[in-house]
């Protein structure tokens, strides 16, 4: 089992940036990749970015390419989201989520799959004003 806690979302103007952080406890020896989603008002929660534990690789949604910017802290089991360049529509629940189960290999463009996720943070809100 795995906690997640969620930190850094707030209220940011168009334009500007946001670096949100989340932090893993108990079984992390065991972490897979670790990720963010986020759910806006009114619509499906869809995939960020992702980061492998391991080797350090990173994958990421269309949209945040080119802005956001995921990376990982091995020694204090975090992992950072940096949101640049932050639009209104992004405005969003922002949620950390982890793979711990054993996985021998997944491919990155895989690791977008939110139900091959299997531990959560509780959110944190990220609001972009216009």
């Known amino acids: 089992q795995v906690q997640l806690v969620e930190s850094g979302g707030g209220l940011v103007q168009a334009g500007g940036s946001l670096r949100l952080s989340c932090a893993a406890s108990?079984?992390?020896?065991?972490?897979?990749?670790m990720g963010w989603f986020r759910q806006a008002p009114g619509r499906e929660r869809e995939f960020v970015a992702t980061?492998?534990?391991?080797?350090?690789?990173?994958y990421y949604a269309d949209s945040a390419k080119g802005r956001f910017t995921i990376s990982r802290d091995d020694a204090k089991n975090t992992v950072y989201l940096q949101m640049n360049s932050l639009k209104p529509e992004e405005t969003a629940v922002y949620y950390c989520?982890?793979?711990?189960?054993?996985?021998?290999?997944?491919?990155?463009?895989?690791?977008?799959?939110?139900?091959?996720?299997?531990?959560w943070g509780q959110g944190t809100q990220v609001t972009v004003s216009s």
């Open positions: 980061i492998t534990w391991s080797g350090g690789s990173t």
């Open positions: 108990g079984r992390t020896f065991s972490i897979y990749a």
């Open positions: 989520a982890s793979r711990t189960k054993f996985t021998l290999y997944r491919p990155l463009d895989r690791l977008t799959e939110q139900a091959w996720y299997d531990s």
